[in-house]
């Protein structure tokens, strides 16, 4: 099966909020493989449904040195008051990176592919990465969590970057 491509900035359906997930079906087991399969394509660590242009609250991560994981309808319960910085990017704009700074901590809640409820507390970077998936289902593309000039900058040199 063919890999399924990646929305590239700044295709609108990235700034569109994501419906949550209410079949816990074949064709969601589905979706999540054709993610994982995107991702590392890409390559990435993380990737959100809206990336593949499917407008569903899935996100799918893999962390170095962990196994991946799928969340359906995740949601951030609580956020620390201690904030940490960490250079992201998206495998929607792939080669741009830049420091965001958010909350070190974080309460999640979300479903598994058979719909139960799981809470947890994350910190490091995958607080980092859920939270910046996160972001995504809810159409606010990473660059928005920097400052108007950093975003123009980092814009500029992406479209050159991409142009050559």
Known sequence: MAIRLILRYPDSRLSQP????????PALRQLADDLLQAMRA?????????HIGVP????VLELPE???????????????????????????MPGATEEVERPA??????Q????????????????????????QLDGIFWLKRLSRLKRERLIRRWQKQSAG
């Open 18 to 25: 994501a419906e949550p997930v209410t079949s816990f079906d």
């Open 42 to 50: 890409a390559p990435g660590v993380g990737i959100t449904a809206p």
């Open 56 to 59: 569903q609250r899935l996100v």
């Open 66 to 92: 962990e196994k991946p994981r799928t969340y359906v309808n995740p949601q951030i319960l609580s956020a620390s008051q201690q904030t940490a910085r960490h250079t992201e990017g998206s495998v929607s």
């Open 105 to 110: 901590t974080i309460r999640l809640r979300y």
């Open 112 to 135: 598994d592919l058979d719909g139960a409820v799981h809470e947890e507390d994350v910190g490091g970077f995958h607080a980092v990465c859920m939270q910046h998936e996160i972001d």
